[in-house]
């Protein structure tokens, strides 16, 4: 079964549609919930994940291969066996270590030797490795092996990166295309999505998505941003990069971001998402609203017996009070953490869900207007 991208709609740049997989079809736009290790920080479980409508789970190639081991998890059956999860799963490619990891790596033509973050052995990675990685893992949707480069490099570093990225994509789709045709390959239809780099020079970026398209994969990504530049650098980007990417394949900008990020980036025409945020700032008592950010932690919550937000139909909200939860965070208990993170990733699913339904409706300028309005409140 190959993949199939259906663009159901455009209201402006913003775009409507959904995507078939082996593991169920999605709809787009959509926000992917970050599990690094096949798990959402702050005692979320799958069930957790089905009951605050999350579409797709994301885990980390990387971290997996070096704490349990995808060879382990392979004959476990699967990522999805694994963790109990039947509907789609995103790995990326273990290429953003090479960017978070600088002090710990050598990047050559072959792939880049790590060190690992764990106990500082030697780790070598390069495209197949990673392709192995990911399809012992079994994932829906396997992301290419990629250098990111700082959103502020040269020009002279960029350029180069890039266009050994771009090797690395060659090398990337001939070993998947070998996975996939072995017989004890867990998902044979294991999908690849190519990654655009290039820093914050447009021209290098529209120069790599008319390369990277020719390979005609199930997607593509655009990296390498939300990693230093402004937000105004990171919009140009997209508004350069976007239209040069297939309008029949799924385009999904990495690790962005806030809530105005992802309205700003739905606008330009981007359908897939990823972020820590609302799982990290969950975990430390701020919590997204349509009114704003509220820090659970402030004293002013101590007596409020509202729910966090009012109307939203998260297990937080539906049963708890500001007042309660505050005083969860302030005694150490692992609920109230639970709690806010559950609160934060419906909020996160929700809001795409309103995003789809303005877009049917021909309404996603206006609708966009008022969310940013609304949201740059603060109690």
Known sequence: MNSCFKLLKKDGEARRG?????HGTV???LFMNVGTVGAIKGAVSTEDLE????????SNTYHLHVRTGDELIKRYGGLHKFMSWDRPILTDSGGFQVFSLASMRKIKEEGVTFRSHIDGHKIFMGPEESMQIQSNLGSTIAMAFDECPPAKAERSYVLPSVQRTERWLYR?????????????????????FGINQGAVYNDIRIDNAKRITELDLEGYAIGGLAVGETHEEMYDVIEHTAPN?????PRYLMGVGTPMNILEAVDRGIDMFDCVYPSRNGRHGHLYTHYGKININNAKYAEDDRPIEEGCECPACRRYSRAYIRH?????EMLGLRLCVLHNLYFYNHLMEEIRNAIDEGRYSS?????????????
């Open 172 to 192: 990337c789709k001939a070993e998947m295309d070998r996975l996939n045709g072995l017989e004890d390959t867990i998902n044979k239809h294991q999908m690849l």
């Open 51 to 58: 009951n605050i409508g999350c579409q797709v789970e994301l």
């Open 328 to 332: 969860l965070h302030k005694s150490g």
């Open 18 to 22: 959904e995507l078939v997989t082996v």
């Open 27 to 29: 709809q787009t736009p």
């Open 367 to 379: 609708f966009k207007a008022e969310m940013i309005r609304n949201m740059s409140q603060s109690e």
């Open 245 to 249: 990417l297939p309008e029949n394949k």
